[in-house]
């Protein structure tokens, strides 16, 4: 059986008059059925363009300039444009991070929602908005059917959000890209929404590839966790490997940085919130050896020269470190 | 100090040729027919239909087809009857009693009679018409009917020349019936005597003169105003064209079937191209007058050898070609050289030397003070003889400086006489007396009070001989005293299609539609 | 709604009060008056002084302001020196002119400007972006005059598809009056165009970095349905003020373009009234066209809503 999605080296650039931008240095990894990836990672590392990526929908001036995507055994690379369109919203769908400017304020909510079955569908309106409206209770939106007469605006931002999620699964896609989907809410309504999104995926066999700089999200719902840096896959294994047993010194620093997480081994009194130093190097000028190099506590030979591969650390577990070289040999 | 005029001359010898030939060629055809339907380009459109309060010369082309005074123009200016068939002046100037056509109606079927004048002329002098030319008939003290047929005009002075305040062109003291009048004193519909009729007026669009088919015709063959009116068109549609380029496109396209002023630029065109389309252009030698007034109350141009250095730096050809092109005929005189005033003696201006200028300039004190000449754009030719004057006084060290005004403000500057020099242009004035009056607009008349008596001896009688030989030295004053620079007469260029028979415009620019009739 | 439009209507009348103030005195502030061009160059001092007495210039500018304003409430907006016609009777057969030209212009210049707008923002920066910007900078600063003549010069002389001159209203016949109309509504339209596209495509370009464009692509809309329904209609928002901006002044009269067709439009009797200093004409004119502006600025406001929902009376 195929993986719901494979990323096979994927490499996303951006062409601007100061030189060639590496979003996407190259990034590969996998999703399997109805499973809960979490991408990880500071802003810019390239999460929400891996995501973009996926739908070939990268901005102008970027472009995809190698490797492959596969959505359940096919190559996305190889389709045609109109092609992709019958992926876009049916088999795929996208919720976007800022509810505020991601639905359309010149349409009503039934009009966006009905409009996002029959784009797929051959249904009439009636029967596509009675579909939008049997969403929108479970995603347990209030008053839904008064709702669908209403504009974005007229919403609070954690219905707004709901509503995204309605759309994005009204056709039981088989992957759902969520770029940060809570992060421009207001926190009290974050695990709810947060909640809805993931057992209304769950009930429609729906794969999640989350991305998302929140590692307490990241700890509630993720299967597996993928961690990008400087447009590329640094560690990635299951929830459990990465929080446990986190192998790359840039992850490591990451759950540092994070306030209220129990940090596995470490049983001694709570230390003082961690700043990682230095700055995320250009993406288009990135040294030849790691790239985190430069900010890395544990740099030593080769990482300033040769760029670290994916280092095995299990049948799940890999990390891009020269820390791990000898592991991975034995 | 003759000016050489050899060139102009040869110029107008040319031009006459031309205006001869299209008439040889109009009077060859055969015999009028009646009816058809002439389509005539305005420069602008009608501004008052009520004849009474018009002033602008645009009212007069289309007026003087529906209303009539009681005398009128000859082709060569002379007095001719026309509501009044005789007339007779008191000895001394002040009582004229004159006898009017029987049998002629108004357009509403009445007849014209004396009680129509007296209330015409009573309503030409109440200040309520807000008649703007009101001073033109202030003389009359009274005007009174005798019986159905004659009328008394009673005068504060003695006015020899009364009769051109009759027949004036612009605005015309036309007799209308007091029944055209609304309760405001208003007029809504004309009602005149005249060969066509006041049918329709679309602002913007067009005013529509029909045929009145009762018209009573003066006796004699067609004489300028004068002679046989009869008109044969059944319709006139005078239609305002305020693009001259588009005027011409609008001839081209047969449009409309004649335009009344034939922009120059275009002549060199139609010239290759039009003359073969069946386009028929004419030239006729104008009375308007172009010149430049002096303050002479104002530092600088207040003293006459500043302003003989003036005249000395200017050649009027050359001022004349700058506005005209070719089409104006520059002349030192305010009498029009068709004029039968018009003598060797108003030949006589200063030609260009600049030597004598710079002479007269030291003579002057002149130490380079700024000048400032007023001008507007709203007439091209008063902004282009500005600007060729500047050039020219430059030439001889005159530092003087072109003012670009709005109409309105350069009225008013010249009626305020605060202006150094003024840039400007007069309307046709047949008679010389009329004309002369403008000196006053300079400060002539108090600055030099023999030009005055000159001109009020010239205005006290009608003896054309007494008048000719005054107006020759009022002229050679102002040859001595320069209080202006006359500069040019322009030619008025109309252009018709070649099956509009029998038209002809007048040398005071009036346009005359009776007696033409379209050969299609 | 009601409440908002009855609000508006009500504010009218001191924005009114205050035109007609400023107006009387910008015209009257300005050098010459109207006595001096009646009679020309051709009065003496005292006869001009008659003429001012008869027209009641000899006033002071209040007393002159009032009795004018105490017409003018009344609904009486005088008589026009120059032509002697009342100042309400000439608007009225010149407005519904300049109405017709600039509302045929306008439609011409929507149905031009709009897709030419949206195909430049889709191929923006690329050769034909380039090529349609070029065309609208030509409309902009082409001399409306000089466009007028030489559309005349080709369809009218050279093809004689339309009439040079004359004119026909529209409401008495409107074949014929179409195709007097069409020249100057093209010509006038393609100046309006100009402007328009621009706005569109700038507002478009803005649009489209949103993210809900690139939502409705995610949704699988083809590019079109993206752009005409998600784009455009967000864009059209600010484009329509830019709309109303133009048609309220070119409402005002399309001085340019009624001189060059010769429409009897009410741009081209204000001109001729400021020259002449046609007080009551100018003033009585000018205090119409601000109310004409007044509603055309509502109804944009009101249309808006239908752009923007977001916006609250």
């Not at chain 1, 995501?51 to 959505?71: D, F, K, M, Q, T």
């Not at chain 2, 005068?155 to 003291?173: C, E, M, R, Y």
Request: aromatic share 10%; glycine share 8%; charged share 20%.
């Amino acid at each position: 059986m195929y993986p719901v999605l494979k990323i096979d080296n994927l490499q996303t650039h951006f062409h601007t008059r100061t030189g060639v931008a590496k979003a996407i240095d190259v990034v590969s990894f996998e999703i399997g059925k109805g499973e809960i990836v979490c991408v990880v990672g500071e802003s810019g590392c390239g999460k929400s363009m891996t995501a973009l990526s996926v739908l070939r929908l990268v901005p102008h001036p970027g472009r995809i300039v190698g490797g492959e995507i596969w959505l359940d055994g096919e190559n996305l690379m190889a389709f045609s444009e109109s092609e992709m369109r019958a992926v876009r919203g049916d088999r795929v769908s996208m919720i976007f991070q800022e509810p505020m400017v991601s639905l359309n304020p010149a349409f009503t909510i039934g009009n966006q929602l009905i409009e996002a079955v029959r784009i797929h569908r051959r249904v009439s309106r009636t029967e596509a908005r009675e579909r939008a409206i049997a969403m929108l209770r479970r995603v347990e939106l209030p008053a839904p059917e008064a709702r669908m007469d209403a504009y974005p605006h007229e919403l609070s931002g954690g219905m707004r959000q709901r509503v995204m999620i309605a759309e994005a699964l009204l056709l039981d896609p088989a992957l759902l890209l969520a770029d940060e989907p809570t992060t421009a809410l207001d926190v009290t309504v974050q695990a709810q929404v947060l909640e809805v999104m993931v057992r209304a995926a769950r009930e429609s066999g729906t794969a999640i590839m989350m991305i998302t700089h929140n590692l307490a999200v990241v700890s509630e719902i993720a299967d597996r966790v993928v961690v990008m840096y400087a447009g590329r896959v640094v560690e990635q294994g299951t929830a459990e490997e990465i929080f446990t047993r986190p192998a790359h010194p840039y992850t490591r620093g990451l759950l540092r940085a994070i306030p209220s997480l129990p940090l596995g081994d470490d049983d001694g009194p709570r230390q003082p919130l961690y700043e990682m130093g230095g700055l995320v190097p250009s993406l288009t000028d990135l040294p030849p050896g790691c790239a985190f190099c430069p900010r890395c506590p544990e740099a030593f030979a080769p990482c300033d020269r040769e760029r670290p591969p994916g280092f095995a650390l299990g049948s799940t577990h890999a990390a891009a470190c020269w820390l791990h070289r000898q592991e991975a040999e034995r | 100090m003759m000016l050489a005029h050899a060139l102009t001359r040869a110029a107008r010898g040319l031009l006459l040729g031309l205006v001869l030939a299209t008439a040889a060629a109009a009077t060859a055809s055969a015999a009028p027919k009646v009816g058809g339907t002439l389509t005539f380009g305005l420069p602008t459109d009608l501004t008052k239909v009520d004849p009474h309060k018009s002033s602008a010369f645009v009212d007069t082309t289309i007026l003087s087809h529906v209303v009539e005074p009681l005398v009128t123009y000859s082709k060569k200016l002379e007095i001719r009857p026309l509501l009044a068939e005789s007339w007779k002046f008191s000895d001394d100037y002040k009582t004229l009693t004159m006898t009017l056509v029987a049998g002629k109606t108004f357009h509403n079927g009445r007849e014209m009679v004396a009680d129509d004048v007296v209330w015409s002329f009573k309503r030409l002098l109440d200040p309520e018409t807000k008649n703007p030319k009101r001073n033109l008939f202030e003389n009359i003290a009274d005007v009174v009917a005798l019986d159905a047929h004659t009328v008394r005009f009673d005068l504060n002075k003695s006015q020899p020349g009364f009769l051109h305040v009759l027949a004036n062109a612009n605005p015309i003291p036309a007799i209308l019936p007091k029944e055209s009048v609304d309760a405001n004193g208003e007029i809504t519909k004309l009602v005149g005597t005249g060969p066509f009729q006041f049918t329709e007026w679309k602002q913007g669009q067009y005013v529509l003169l029909k045929r009145y088919p009762q018209y009573k015709s003066p006796a004699g063959p067609k004489d300028g105003l004068a002679g046989d009116r009869t008109p044969y068109l059944d319709e006139i549609r005078m239609v305002p064209m305020t693009e001259e380029n588009v005027a011409v496109m609008a001839l081209v396209n047969k449009e409309i079937d004649v335009l009344q002023y034939f922009p120059a630029k275009y002549v060199e065109k139609y010239k290759k191209q039009y003359s073969k389309e069946g386009i028929v252009l004419t030239e006729v030698p104008g009375m308007s007058w172009y010149q430049v007034f002096f303050g002479l109350n104002q530092p600088v141009t207040s003293n006459p050898d500043f302003r003989k250095a003036v005249a000395y730096s200017l050649d009027l050809g050359t001022i004349t070609r700058a506005a005209y092109m070719e089409h104006a005929e520059a002349n030192p005189s305010v009498i029009p050289s068709q004029s039968g005033y018009y003598t060797e003696a108003h030949t006589t201006w200063p030609a260009r030397n600049l030597a004598k200028a710079k002479e007269y300039l030291k003579k002057a004190g002149y130490a380079g003070e700024k000048v400032v000449i007023d001008t507007t754009k709203n007439y091209a030719p008063m902004y282009k003889q500005a600007i060729a004057v500047q050039s020219q006084m430059a030439e001889v060290g005159i530092n003087a400086e072109v003012n670009v005004l709005e109409w309105p403000v350069l009225l008013k500057k010249l009626y305020g006489k605060d202006f150094q020099m003024l840039s400007f242009g007069i309307g046709p004035k047949p008679d010389p007396v009329d004309a002369y009056q403008y000196l006053n607009l300079t400060g002539a008349f108090e600055t030099y009070p023999e030009i005055k008596s000159l001109l009020d001896q010239a205005n006290a009688t009608d003896d054309t001989e007494k008048r000719r030989v005054l107006f020759e030295k009022i002229h050679l004053a102002t040859v001595d005293t320069v209080p202006w620079v006359e500069f040019y007469n322009y030619n008025y260029l109309n252009a018709f299609r070649d099956y509009v028979k029998g038209y002809e415009t007048l040398s005071i620019g009036v346009p005359v539609l009776w007696g033409v009739w379209l050969e299609k | 709604m009601l409440a908002y439009l009855l609000k508006r209507i009500v504010l009218m009348v001191p924005t009114l009060l205050l035109v007609a103030l400023m107006v009387f005195l910008l015209v009257h502030f300005i050098p010459g008056d109207p006595a001096i061009v009646m009679v020309g160059g051709d009065a003496t001092p005292e006869a001009l002084e008659q003429v001012r007495r008869s027209l009641g210039l000899d006033q002071p500018q209040p007393v002159q302001f009032v009795t004018w304003f105490g017409h003018v409430v009344t609904g009486d907006l005088g008589r026009s020196i120059g032509t002697g016609i009342p100042v309400f009777e000439t608007i009225c057969e010149r407005f519904p002119t300049t109405f017709v030209l600039t509302t045929l212009a306008m439609l011409f210049s929507v149905a031009l400007a709009v897709p030419s707008g949206v195909l430049a923002a889709k191929f923006r920066n690329t050769g034909k972006d380039y090529l349609f910007m070029l065309v609208s900078l030509l409309g902009v600063s082409l001399p409306g005059f000089w466009l007028g003549l030489m559309a005349l010069l080709v369809f009218s002389v050279q093809l004689g598809w339309f009439p040079s001159s004359g004119y026909v209203p529209i409401w008495q016949d409107p074949i014929a009056g179409l195709r007097y109309m069409t020249l100057p509504s093209i010509t006038l339209g393609f100046f309006m165009a100009a402007v328009v596209a621009r706005m569109t495509r700038s507002s478009m370009l803005e649009v489209m970095r949103l993210e809900y464009v690139t939502h409705a692509r995610a949704k699988g809309l083809t590019e079109w349905s993206v752009l005409l329904k998600h784009a455009l209609k967000n864009a059209f928002a600010p484009t329509l003020t830019t709309i109303g901006i133009q048609y309220g002044m070119l409402l005002g009269g399309a001085v340019v373009t009624e001189t060059v067709f010769g429409l009897p439009g009410l741009g081209r009797f204000v001109v001729t009234a400021i020259y002449s200093r046609d007080y009551p004409a100018v003033q009585g004119c000018i205090l119409f066209i601000a109310l004409v502006y007044m509603f055309v600025n509502l109804a944009v406001d009101v249309l808006y809503k239908a752009f923007d929902p977001r916006v609250k009376y």
